[in-house]
């Protein structure tokens, strides 16, 4: 079992920077693959950044260049670096955590409201 505690979010304008935090209950060492989502109104929830164990990374292709996922083992906490926003980006941002490949069982944080307007 692990929580997990999303912050960060806020209002922002147009090209400004936003960086969220993941912070965990319990060691994320050995977490195989953590990520990020988020969900507009009237939207799906889209998957938008992953890193695994060893730091490999992921992104969609609305994000790549501008958002950079991290995770810090020592501090138990992961980490989304988000430049040059645009009003697109507004939605709500989740933090998620998914210990095994083999198992179906994914952690979620409570989730932070990023907004992006002028």
């Known amino acids: 079992q692990v929580q997990l505690a999303d912050s960060g979010g806020g209002l922002v304008q147009p090209g400004e920077s936003l960086t969220l935090s993941c912070a965990a209950s319990?060691?994320?060492?050995?977490?195989?693959?953590m990520g990020w989502y988020r969900q507009a109104p009237g939207k799906e929830r889209e998957l938008i950044a992953v890193?695994?164990?060893?730091?490999?990374?992921i992104y969609a292709e609305s994000v790549k260049g501008r958002f950079t996922i991290s995770r810090d083992n020592a501090k138990n906490t992961m980490y989304l670096q988000m430049n040059v926003l645009k009003p697109d980006d507004t939605a709500m941002y989740y933090c998620?955590?998914?210990?095994?490949?083999?198992?179906?069982?994914?952690?979620w944080g409570q989730g932070t409201q990023v907004t992006v307007s002028s």
């Open positions: 319990r060691s994320i060492a050995s977490i195989n693959i």
């Open positions: 998620a955590a998914r210990p095994s490949l083999t198992r179906d069982l994914t952690y």
């Open positions: 890193i695994n164990y060893s730091g490999s990374t």
